[in-house]
């Protein structure tokens, strides 16, 4: 891991170069997942033809590559750098929560460059907890700990998030959640339709938002060029949510994110395999 930290150090523009021989080699030689990013951009998006499919394949690969050098580099940017390469258009949505003094859950997702957001709002002011699912390998998870550490991120695991909620409720701050990667328990998961099939999401992210009582917001992310991103805020739910029935903050948090993706369809994660669970496995008609 010295070494990936070492590499942190080099210049992005050098990174970049990097991040082509990285697209080459994980495209055209590796074929990384590809079959799986084919199937699932096909399936996406039927409308569009084999050589639209191929380009969108193409631009994900390329900023698959850029993720790498980018995530490497996040420790050693300064604060004014990545609040020039994540701008913020809305930031008054989020801003008014905590001039309020009201703590607030951010559902975030896989989409453009998610890692670099937490930075981008701790140096404008915004605290925040960011929960992470812990890696397998420990020197591995260690080094991810101390990349979403960066600009003084707090980093959550995911077995300790209730007891942290409880511990932090008098900071002011936002907890992050990703919430759109496939659940471990699909028996339990909301089902809903999206991008063209039924996809089973996360209930506890909908539970903590009904139990701590928080708002609940989307953060929209998409690539402006390479290295900047444009985030744009969206409010999902707002408490009491007594009168919601369950799966509606889920279902609006949905709603955004496929909107997103239909958007910008190059920049969600494809490679992960989001479909693996089919509902009529675990829900009896």
């Known amino acids: 891991m010295w070494f990936l930290g070492w590499l942190g150090r080099l210049p992005l523009a050098f990174l970049y170069k990097l991040s082509d021989v990285f697209y080459v ?7 990384y997942r590809k079959k799986l990013v084919t199937q ?5 998006f039927p409308e569009k033809t084999p050589k639209e499919i191929q380009e969108i394949r193409k631009q994900f690969y390329q900023l698959l590559a850029d993720l790498f050098v980018e995530t490497l580099k996040l420790p050693y940017l300064s604060p004014e750098e990545i609040q020039e390469r ?22 975030s997702a896989h989409i453009a460059n998610w890692e670099w957001v937490p930075g981008a709002l ?13 890696l397998t390998n420990k020197q591995s998870d260690e080094f991810m700990i101390k990349v979403r ?3 003084g991120v707090y980093p959550i695991p995911m077995q300790r998030l209730m007891r942290e909620i409880v511990a932090r409720r008098k900071i002011i701050r936002t907890t992050g959640l990703v919430a759109d990667q496939s659940p471990h328990e699909p028996e339990h998961a909301h089902w809903l339709p999206f991008l063209n ?3 089973g999401f996360f209930p506890g992210t909908e539970k903590i938002a009904r139990t701590t009582k928080m708002p609940v917001v989307f953060g929209e992310m998409y690539r402006k060029s390479r290295g900047y991103y444009i985030v744009l805020f969206h409010s999902v739910a707002e408490p009491p949510y007594d009168d919601l029935p369950e799966g509606a903050i889920t ?14 369809p190059a920049e969600w994660l494809w490679s ?14």
């Open 197 to 199: 099939r039924e996809t």
């Open 86 to 107: 994540v701008q913020i258009e809305n930031f008054e949505l989020i801003k008014n929560y905590v001039d309020q003094g009201q703590s607030f859950l951010s559902f």
């Open 40 to 44: 699932h951009l096909t399936e996406s």
């Open 122 to 134: 701790t140096t404008r002011g915004i605290p925040v907890d960011v929960v992470y699912k812990t």
């Open 272 to 285: 992960h395999n989001r479909w693996k669970h089919k509902k009529e496995k675990f829900v009896k008609p």
């Open 25 to 31: 080699l994980i495209y055209y030689v590796v074929g």
């Open 251 to 264: 279902n609006s948090y949905k709603n955004l994110l496929e909107a997103a993706i239909q958007r910008h």
């Open 149 to 151: 550490s960066s600009f």
